[in-house]
């Protein structure tokens, strides 16, 4: 099949840039489809850490041709930055690197008004990255938004200012206590248009479906995760965009009758960024274990991710909204040491054992039911063949296999490209 996805299963930072890392010689082409500069996509190799926000994580290889796709919006300050630590690979970014004509551009008064919206929450905030995901996909929805096509007509500039005005009035509007130097955001912003303008705009959607046609072979990269969904997620402690299988199709133009595989990424544990439920949260010596040798800090924000057991129900939830065909476990390395194990595998619903993630998963209703399982010591992050993984963890997989009913087929055991093994 010549479209295969890649998408987070729980609330983003799974390790998805990693695993397209790994998986890029395998494809023509790496698209993105949603999301923005919210995501932070870390990729090690060589001994560097490299993060991505908004370029696809096949970007560094050779071959592969990366295209950000109409579902994705662009923050041209931030993708600028990108652009510069690239700058020592000496990549041909002009062919490499497609952007669609109708992705939507953050303007700098889209990242104040997710500011002023945000302040104005007090206690209800989302915890948004304040990157203006947000408001730029309300400017989409509402018919407002500025695309990066818009770029090459003649009016752009009018179009940005009418947009602008608006914005400001509506940040009067919050009377949120931010504070502000528009002039200087907008001289950063204008130098950074100009450098987005000397790269390769295109028709993304005619270009990804002639690639089909000519036998190419692509892979769609999802950002954030499932539970983050705006109609599937943690409403509303949700991103602005469809993280979830579909959203590839209207991310890129690409009828669903053309996805083959979908690789559903997980971490062995949970962790979740920002406000908003999560049932198996730990607040004790074991959720600490986590974070510290998990290394549980957002890519993006730097803010402390929280930790918490594998929630196998929302796993599942996932699963069937994606039609995952195939897992990828990452971090199992992580979970050496703990005597025991927990994995959620039904909630107390306001009194009810259920075994589906409810509409209302907040902490008043939902107390997690576990399943407790054996776990190992062994340090797992020199490990390379299935034969090597201790007994334990193998049961582990078996189990969450069994319960999804979705083979895993890749077992991350370390940041690095080389920590990977094939199951
Ligand atoms: P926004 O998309 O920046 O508005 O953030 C909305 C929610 O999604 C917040 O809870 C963020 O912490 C979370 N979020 C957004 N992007 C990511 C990501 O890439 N990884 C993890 N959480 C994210």
Request: net charge positive; proline share 3%; aromatic share 10%.
């Given at each position: 099949m010549a479209v295969n996805l890649l998408l987070g299963l729980q609330w983003g930072d799974e390790g998805k840039g990693k695993i397209v890392d790994v998986l890029t010689s395998n494809y023509d082409i790496i698209a993105r489809f949603q999301g923005g500069p919210n995501a932070g996509h870390t990729l090690i190799f060589d001994g560097h850490k490299h993060v991505l926000h908004t370029i696809p994580s096949g970007i560094f290889h050779k071959t592969a041709v990366n295209v950000v796709g109409n579902g994705v919006v662009i923050d041209p300050v931030i993708f600028q930055k990108e652009l510069d630590n690239l700058a020592k690979f000496n990549l041909d970014?002009?062919?490499?690197?497609?952007?669609?004509?109708?992705?939507?551009?953050?303007?700098?008064?889209?990242?104040?008004?997710?500011?002023?919206?945000?302040?104005?929450?007090?206690?209800?905030?989302?915890?948004?990255?304040?990157?203006?995901?947000?408001?730029?996909?309300?400017?989409?929805?509402?018919?407002?938004?500025?695309?990066?096509?818009?770029?090459?007509?003649?009016?752009?500039?009018?179009?940005?200012?009418?947009?602008?005005?608006?914005?400001?009035?509506?940040?009067?509007?919050?009377?949120?206590?931010?504070?502000?130097?528009?002039?200087?955001?907008?001289?950063?912003?204008?130098?950074?248009?100009?450098?987005?303008?000397?790269?390769?705009?295109i028709d993304s959607e005619e270009y990804l479906n002639s690639a089909i046609k000519n036998g190419k072979s692509i892979l769609a990269e999802g950002a954030q995760g499932s539970l983050l969904d705006i109609d599937f997620?943690?409403?509303?402690?949700?991103?602005?965009?469809?993280?979830?299988?579909?959203?590839?199709?209207?991310?890129?133009?690409?009828?669903?009758?053309?996805?083959?595989?979908?690789?559903?990424?997980?971490?062995?544990?949970?962790?979740?960024?920002?406000?908003?439920?999560?049932?198996?949260?730990?607040?004790?010596?074991?959720?600490?274990?986590?974070?510290?040798?998990?290394?549980?800090?957002?890519?993006?924000?730097?803010?402390?991710?929280?930790?918490?057991?594998?929630?196998?129900?929302?796993?599942?939830?996932?699963?069937?909204?994606?039609?995952?065909?195939q897992l990828m476990m990452?971090?199992?390395?992580?979970?050496?040491?703990?005597?025991?194990?927990?994995?959620?595998?039904?909630?107390?619903?306001?009194?009810t054992e259920v075994h589906h993630f409810p509409y209302n998963v907040e902490e008043h209703n939902v107390t997690p039911i576990y399943t407790e399982l054996k776990g190992w010591k062994q340090d797992l992050t020199g490990m390379t063949t299935i034969e090597e993984l201790p007994k334990e963890l193998l049961d582990y997989i078996k189990f969450i296999e069994d319960f999804v009913e979705v083979p895993v087929s890749i077992v991350s055991v370390g940041p690095d490209r080389k920590q990977t093994i094939l199951k």
């Open positions: 970014i002009k062919s490499k690197l497609l952007i669609s004509r109708k992705a939507h551009l953050i303007l700098p008064t889209h990242r104040l008004l997710d500011a002023a919206s945000e302040a104005s929450k007090g206690k209800a905030k989302i915890g948004s990255t304040l990157k203006g995901i947000g408001p730029t996909y309300m400017d989409k929805t509402g018919r407002n938004g500025m695309r990066v096509g818009d770029l090459e007509l003649e009016d752009w500039k009018e179009r940005y200012q009418a947009l602008t005005d608006k914005h400001l009035k509506m940040i009067d509007f919050y009377e949120a206590d931010i504070e502000f130097n528009l002039k200087e955001l907008e001289t950063t912003f204008f130098a950074a248009i100009e450098k987005l303008k000397e790269l390769t705009f997620g943690t409403y509303p402690f949700v991103t602005s965009s469809n993280t979830t299988a579909a959203g590839a199709c209207t991310g890129l133009g690409i009828a669903p009758n053309k996805i083959g595989d979908v690789f559903g990424i997980f971490k062995a544990y949970t962790t979740r960024v920002g406000s908003g439920p999560f049932p198996t949260e730990l607040f004790d010596e074991d959720g600490a274990t986590m974070s510290k040798v998990g290394m549980e800090f957002g890519a993006t924000t730097g803010r402390p991710r929280r930790c918490g057991w594998l929630d196998l129900i929302a796993l599942k939830y996932a699963v069937e909204v994606n039609g995952v065909t990452m971090k199992g390395d992580v979970l050496s040491g703990f005597k025991t194990l927990k994995v959620c595998t039904s909630y107390n619903y306001k009194g």
